[in-house]
């Protein structure tokens, strides 16, 4: 197993435009995450997953936002309407429980003109 | 609401220093406590994970202690070298979800 992949790594996108982002984690790893970081902050929480169900999703993640994990493999990340402020690094992460540390992928760069 | 500060946000040191990254969090009731690094432009590499119970862990030149009842934690760097230049992020479990808080991180240049 490589590891966290995430596709694709860079991404730039009209303002209004849709976007979607793919993680595929360590097969093993039953809980998967999603982060946004922002140029100079650390990454903040966006939503979890414990195999296909999404049991935590931050007040960061509006109505414009929507995560899937179809039957607990890989997960997208949908951002609809895009706006400037959507500008960030998309990270994902997986982990095999709680006691156990993560495994970042590599992000997915949204640049928002 | 845990919030978990970084100090100091950046650094430079000549090679062969020793040096401390301090990471202090406000809710004690951790799960475990992370250390990541940051080359520019990437992702998140695991360094150290320091479970509630452990006061410290060591790989290689880094040692991460663990303070819980104070909220603090250190990444210890031995010896450092050019290649450790990178931002390192401290980050904190507080629930069975595995969720993580983190730090803004310190930006750490080595010089040759």
């Known amino acids: 197993d490589t590891g966290v992949s995430q596709d694709p790594r860079h991404k730039i996108t009209k303002r209004g435009q849709n976007v979607t982002f793919r993680c595929d984690p360590i097969s093993e790893h039953n809980r998967l995450y999603w982060y946004r970081q922002t140029l100079g902050q650390g990454p903040e929480f966006l939503t979890y997953?414990?195999?296909?169900?999404?049991?935590?999703k931050s007040r960061l993640l509006s109505d414009r936002f929507s995560a899937e994990r179809p039957k607990g493999s890989f997960s997208t990340l949908e951002i609809q309407r895009t706006e400037q402020g959507d500008s960030a690094m998309y990270l994902c992460?997986?982990?095999?429980?709680?006691?156990?540390?993560?495994?970042f992928g590599s992000g997915t760069r949204l640049t928002v003109v | 609401k845990q919030e978990v500060t970084q100090i100091p946000a950046a650094l430079s040191v000549p090679e062969g220093e020793n040096l401390v990254l301090n990471c202090s969090f406000t809710?004690?009731?951790?799960?475990?406590l992370q250390w990541f690094r940051q080359d520019p432009g990437k992702g998140l590499t695991s360094l150290l994970l320091i479970q509630s119970s452990q006061r410290e862990q060591t790989s290689g030149r880094l040692n991460a202690s663990l303070d819980k009842s104070s909220g603090r934690s250190t990444l210890y760097i031995a010896a450092s070298q050019p290649g450790d230049s990178a931002t390192y992020l401290c980050?904190?479990?507080?629930?069975?979800?595995?969720?993580?808080?983190f730090g803004q991180g310190t930006t750490l240049q080595v010089k040759p």
């Open positions: 980050a904190v479990s507080s629930g069975n979800t595995g969720k993580l808080i």
């Open positions: 809710d004690s009731a951790i799960y475990n």
């Open positions: 997953f414990q195999n296909e169900a999404q049991l935590e």
């Open positions: 992460a997986s982990s095999l429980d709680v006691d156990y540390g993560y495994t």
